[in-house]
Nanobody, 117 residues
Framework: QVQVVESGGGLVQAGGSLRLSCTTS????????MAWYRQAPGKARELVAS????????DYGDSVKGRFTISRDNDKNTVYLQMNSLKFEDAAVYYC??????????WGQGTQVTVSP
């Protein structure tokens, strides 16, 4: 049974930091491209960051470049998102996605990030 579980969200002041974690099971984690998406109320879900299986390629959305860092630990089947210099507009539900190929991907339930002024 596949599980994708996000954690680490919460309330933080603008300028602060949070580290999200996404722990997975039920598939070969090292073969999965992992990504973080986010969705704010009334907005479409957007890609925040992605990382390839062997961590050779990372990609970031323009709005988070230089502030967020994605990483993964293939021994722990976990992907992380370090978020620094948080802005009010970063507030959203953050979702973890595991992509193993066309038509095969898995989503977590999301974790809420709230940024206070």
């Amino acid at each position: 049974q596949v599980q994708v579980v996000e954690s680490g969200g919460g309330l933080v002041q603008a300028g602060g930091s949070l580290r999200l974690s996404c722990t997975t099971s039920g598939f070969t984690f090292s073969r999965a491209a992992m990504a973080w998406y986010r969705q704010a109320p009334g907005k479409a879900r957007e890609l925040v960051a992605s990382i390839s299986g062997p961590s050779t390629n990372m990609d970031y959305g323009d709005s988070v470049k230089g502030r967020f860092t994605i990483s993964r630990d293939n021994d722990k089947n976990t992907v992380y998102l370090q978020m620094n210099s948080l802005k009010f507009e970063d507030a959203a539900v953050y979702y973890c996605n595991a992509w193993l190929g066309i038509g095969t991907d898995y989503w977590g339930q999301g974790t809420q990030v709230t940024v206070s002024p």
